[in-house]
């Protein structure tokens, strides 16, 4: 395998490490970390929980192989830039929210896969390359919400990656690993089995339920005189809310 900057480690030097930045993400966090299982360190950042997730994760985190670090959110990029530079370079990052979960399969087989995948295919790594290497993930959206709603598959290339140096997240929501921000959501695909899914469960209490209809109802205005955009939430969204929050 010839690599123009830097090298992939394989078995057994290989690592795979999951990531999460969290909070109050009781019980749901059980669900994520169960599917990081196989990883060889989980690497978990929580902004501030009051619901016991902390103490959750500090009691578990033998189990779960967790490392655990506390920043007070302010945005999504900035927290995951802060556990990303937790994490040992030159290894394959996967970077899940508290509400997702990886399919069986995924959780299984990914390491094998990857080492295949750096067995076989020539991969250019470093800044010169431009481009991140991603995983080529389905995600899928299981519940209606506020801001997600059930399509045919999306494909991620930002919860699986190569991390090495110069590498940080860009963009705020889903952020992209990437070296700059022009190249932000640009990758190198690496092919993986269908069966290969992230699964985003969306999982609400009645209080969450409160604070999103409070931020629903700001949204037709951030949108601006996009008309599309506001018929799509009317049309698609606030009917599909539980009832008592609009």
Sequence with gaps: MALIVGSIPTSPTMKIYGMIICQNAMPEIVRTLDSLIDCDTVYICDGGSTDGT?????????????????????????????LLSKIPKDSWIVNLDQDEALSLS?????????????????????????????????????????????????????????????VKFFKEYHCHPAYNEKTAGQYGVIQVPESFTVFHYVWFDKAKLERRKKRLLKLPKEYGENEYIAWFWKKHIIKKLPRGVV
């Design 54 to 82: 902390e103490k959750f994760l500090k009691n578990n985190k033998d189990r779960y192989k967790i490392k655990l670090f506390k920043r007070k959110f302010d945005t999504m990029r900035k927290q995951r830039n802060f």
């Design 106 to 166: 995924a959780r299984d087989q990914l390491r094998e896969y990857l080492e295949i995948a750096v067995e076989s295919v020539t991969l250019q790594i470093g800044k010169s390359s431009k481009m991140v290497f991603g995983v080529a993930l389905k995600f899928y959206n299981l519940k209606h919400d506020f801001r997600h709603y059930i399509e045919p598959a999306l494909f991620y290339m930002n919860r699986v990656f190569y991390y090495t140096d110069g």
